[in-house]
């Protein structure tokens, strides 16, 4: 009950703060009849640039660009099946399939292709979230006839568990849901096939954990044989430290306790390891010593989702230990990465910005910002820190127009990339997103309809979405990563998409960090299942009260101030280098 509580009070802070933000706004636009839509009607110029092009998206554009999405997501995942499946992922210049590398050292083919028809599994639930509960059951068919795990593949643990695992629960968990609020998902005689097959997965890679004295697991495992010989034996943070979703639910949905325990104790053990100066935890570390060996403390990739599972293990299993930790790393990264000045929204100074430091005394490592940082962003909303959250979000965007594209890393002292491909990421797509329930603000349209224009005209390939090998040139490269419709497609749909069943009880589900949906339910928080559920139906039943979601009151046709004012805005796209 105490963990309920806490949840409770974590989705009032959210909410109050959702709408204060709100309450200003509205506020605000009372003195409409001076500068609101009657300036922008009767032709005065009194609006800034950026207030005249955010402030306003129509409604029928909207339509338009939820039907766009749709075409895109179709138009990928069609080729998919048509050219790739059952392999793992599409090649959508050459128009086919690509599996695991016969390379074992081409990791970054391996890590992910398994052999497993990774883009269908990693695709179902956005197949029930656009609505296609036809294909939804029909491509669950082909997952459980088709998919096989006993496979000569060397995969990634975090890999597979946040893509295949996730997706198969996601699945799973929207497929007995009682009230199927998504329509019936229901596949003809279905009796938890899916959850067999996470289990069945989750357990090939145990072997990751044994034998290691630190809790940390091995990066990669032999689907067959476990542990590979030679195996690499450093691990980034977020690998090791992001299975708590996925394991947590395997563990309830299974009433298996072992891979809560090793994902938990994982994050321990990363946890015990922070310096003791700074709070802070580097980016790479050796899983036998439990020894850093990348000192990098950042937001981005190899750690980004390590914060990001701390606050929703919270969330999700009510276990207030998480959300301490992750205040308290959250405060340590404010006082040692965060540069510029104190609120993002008011002051003076250079605009507030996380960078990459020395874990052991904050001192700047380098001068990049990769793509996967902005996803803090929506680690902020949930946070309930919506006004930080603007400016993570507001410079990888400024980068995102000045080349319609987001590079993998931007150097900000150079304002220019400095690793310069494109896979099609959903980052920034999924911040867009998360802002704009958070404040319902048109800027956030205008952003997403952007990125959508972006990659329609420089990544659509013959059969496919193609990765940008060169966000400057637009030269492509023949790759369809499986998050491109999993997530890219997703969120970019839900943004647009305002009276989707998840819009109206977001406070209902939780996504994952590639984008899965699992639902919040009381049960997996209020009670250790191992000891309170007796049958399947008392660990699912209820769900966690929610009220309708305040943003949904405010009229669409509102003035809205921007969510940041336009000389900030302008400051930003100055530091990239836009203006
Ligand atoms: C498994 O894959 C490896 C690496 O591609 C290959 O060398 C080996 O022959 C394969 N084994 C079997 C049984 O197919
Ligand atoms: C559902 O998916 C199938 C296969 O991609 C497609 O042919 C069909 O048009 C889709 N239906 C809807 C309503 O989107
Ligand atoms: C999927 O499995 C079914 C039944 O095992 C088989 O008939 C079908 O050919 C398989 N499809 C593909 C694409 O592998
Ligand atoms: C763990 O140690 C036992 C006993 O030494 C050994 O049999 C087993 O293969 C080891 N497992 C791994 C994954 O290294
Ligand atoms: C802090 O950590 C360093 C290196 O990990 C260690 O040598 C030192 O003894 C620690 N200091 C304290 C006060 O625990
Ligand atoms: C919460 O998590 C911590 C860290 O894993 C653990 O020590 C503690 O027992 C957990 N508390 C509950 C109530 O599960
Ligand atoms: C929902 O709203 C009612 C009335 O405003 C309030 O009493 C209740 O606590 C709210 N529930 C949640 C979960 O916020
Ligand atoms: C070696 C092995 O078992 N390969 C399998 C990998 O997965 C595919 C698709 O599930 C199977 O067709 C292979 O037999």
């Known amino acids: 009950m105490i963990s309920d509580n806490i949840l409770n009070m974590i989705f009032s802070l959210f909410w109050s703060l959702v709408t204060i933000g709100l309450y200003s706004s509205v506020i605000n636009s009372h003195m409409d009849h001076e500068w609101g839509w009657g300036w922008l009607r009767s032709g005065h110029s009194k609006l800034s640039e950026y207030e005249e092009k955010y402030a306003y998206f129509p409604e029928s554009e909207r339509l338009q660009r939820l039907e ?15 050219y790739a499946y059952p392999m793992d992922e599409l090649d959508p210049i050459h128009c086919t399939g690509r599996g695991s590398d ?15 028809s990774l883009t269908l599994v990693d695709t179902l639930d956005t197949l029930a979230i656009l609505g296609n509960n036809s294909e939804f059951k029909q491509a669950v068919q082909l997952v459980i006839e088709n998919v096989s795990f006993d496979n000569n593949s060397t995969v990634q643990v975090f ?5 295949v695992i ?3 629960l996601s699945a799973h968990l929207l497929i007995t849901d009682a009230s199927q609020p998504f329509g019936d998902l229901r596949p003809e005689g279905y009796s938890n096939e899916l959850l067999l097959m996470a289990y069945e997965l989750g357990s090939r890679l145990l072997p990751a954990f044994e034998n290691s004295t630190t809790g940390l697991p091995h990066p990669r495992i032999h689907l067959q044989h476990g542990v590979p010989e030679d195996g690499i034996k450093e691990t980034c943070t977020a690998g090791a430290g992001s299975l708590l979703l996925e394991f947590g639910l395997l563990s309830q949905l299974m009433k298996d306790p072992v891979f809560d325990g090793v994902a938990r104790r994982a994050v321990d053990s990363l946890l015990a390891s922070r310096s003791n100066k700074t709070g802070l935890l580097g980016n790479v570390i050796n899983i036998l010593s439990g020894k850093w060996v990348g000192f990098q403390s950042g937001l981005g990739a190899g750690s980004d989702s390590f914060y990001e599972y701390l606050l929703k293990a919270f969330i999700m299993f009510g276990n207030s230990s998480y959300l301490e930790s992750f205040n308290e790393i959250y405060s340590n990264m404010k006082k040692y990465m965060r540069r510029g000045r104190l609120k993002c929204g008011s002051g003076v100074g250079d605009t507030p910005m996380y960078v990459n430091t020395h874990m052991d005394n904050g001192k700047t490592m380098n001068t990049w910002i990769d793509s996967l940082q902005v996803a803090f962003a929506g ?18 965007y400024a980068i995102w127009k000045k080349y319609n594209a987001l590079p993998e890393r931007f150097n900000w002292a150079v304002k220019q990339p400095d690793v310069l491909f494109y896979p099609l990421r959903p980052e920034l797509v999924e911040a867009t997103y998360l802002l704009y329930q958070a404040t319902q603000h048109p800027y956030y349209l205008h952003v997403g309809s952007h990125i959508l224009d972006s990659i329609e005209t420089y990544c659509k390939a013959k059969c496919g979405y193609a990765t940008l090998h060169n966000v400057i040139t637009k030269t492509k490269e023949d790759r369809m990563e499986s998050f491109f419709l999993s997530e890219t497609c997703k969120y970019l749909y839900l ?46 039943s209820s769900n966690v009260p929610s009220n309708e979601s305040k943003c949904l009151n405010v009229a669409q046709e509102k003035h809205f101030p921007l969510p940041l004012s336009s000389h900030y805005l302008e400051q930003i796209d100055k530091m990239v280098g836009l203006i």
């Open 495 to 540: 943004l647009f998409d305002k009276d989707n069943y998840i819009n109206k009880a977001f406070d209902k589900f939780i996504f994952t960090t590639e984008g899965h949906l699992f639902p919040l339910n009381s049960e997996y928080r209020s009670k250790p299942w191992w000891f309170t559920c007796e049958d399947d139906n008392s660990c699912r």
């Open 379 to 396: 680690v902020q909303v949930l946070a309930g820190d919506i006004e930080e959250a603007v400016c993570t979000h507001a410079i990888s």
């Open 102 to 116: 016969e390379d074992p050292s081409n990791l970054n083919i391996n890590d992910v292709l398994g052999d497993y």
């Open 68 to 82: 766009d999405v749709r075409r895109m997501f179709q138009f990928g995942y069609d080729n998919y099946m048509a």
């Open 159 to 163: 890999e597979s568990t946040i893509r």
């Open 166 to 168: 996730g997706g198969l």
